[in-house]
């Protein structure tokens, strides 16, 4: 094509045609700036189509984050909801308790696990990390994630400061009688009657009332509100799985 352009060119100079070649090289320039702007524009078209479909990308992988998310958080649900059925049964027998044996069923019927509520964020925080936080182009979408993760992150920060306050429940030396029935009541050589066990069946005494608190803090808190929380964290997450799969549908419309 540039040695076809140029003997035009060779031609109409050895013509000595100079209105002719004016012509033809305003028409040259013209042609060359279309094919710069036609470039530019093929450019910007492969850099959208990039952009889009990382886009899908960060919007599919979020999905799958989220998904396991509800996963994770309903099973950890229904574990606390089997603690839930079988710790009003422990408290009931916590007021009738009149031996070590009582107290060793109340104990195995209350349950609780001081472990946090999690989530996976690693397509978040990548996009938060990178320009990927702008690659999302539903303002609300985004917004809806941001309120997502800050909610999760506040009932984290709670249901710390809730696990601290169990363990310095735990901790307190009123419950000492008690840890250590636990701690050996399976050993063969641990003799009961040994043991002043008469805290068991006095209300007023600072070992049932510590232990009464633990039990009260451990069923309202510990395990109450992290189940409260994780329905919150739930409904949000299905929302948020609603709106994704909408925009999924609709930019692999627009694709």
């Not at 702007?37 to 899908?56: G, P, S, T, V, Y």
């Not at 030396?173 to 069946?201: A, G």
């Amino acid at each position: 094509m540039i040695k076809f352009f140029r003997k035009i060119r060779q031609k109409l100079l050895s013509e000595n045609n100079f209105s002719r070649y004016l012509f033809y090289a305003i028409g040259e320039i013209i042609l060359v700036v279309i094919g710069i702007l036609i470039a530019i524009q093929l450019d910007d078209f492969n850099e959208q189509r990039k952009e889009h479909n990382r886009e899908l990308s960060f919007l599919q992988k979020l999905k799958d984050d989220i998904q396991l998310d509800i996963q994770d958080l309903t099973l950890a649900d229904s574990v606390l909801a089997v603690y839930q059925s079988s710790q009003d049964e422990g408290l009931e027998l916590l007021l009738k308790a009149k031996s070590v044996r009582d107290i060793i069923t109340i104990d195995s019927l209350i349950k609780f696990g001081w472990n946090n509520i999690a989530v996976n964020r690693k397509t978040f925080d990548e996009m938060q990390n990178t320009t990927g936080i702008y690659i999302i182009k539903n303002r609300d979408l985004l917004n809806h994630l941001s309120d997502y993760y800050a909610l999760v992150e506040k009932y984290q920060q709670f249901l710390r400061e809730i696990n601290e306050d169990s363990r310095e429940h735990y901790k307190t030396s009123h419950l000492d009688p008690f840890v250590f029935i636990l701690r050996h009541y399976q050993n063969p050589s641990f003799d009961i009657s040994s043991l002043d066990t008469s805290w068991i069946r006095n209300h007023n005494s600072p070992a049932y009332l510590a232990l009464s608190r633990l039990y009260s803090h451990v069923i309202d808190a510990v395990n109450g509100l992290k189940r409260r929380y994780i329905t919150e964290i739930l409904i949000k997450s299905n929302e948020l799985i609603a709106e994704i799969e909408e925009e999924l549908r609709k930019n692999s419309v627009n694709k």
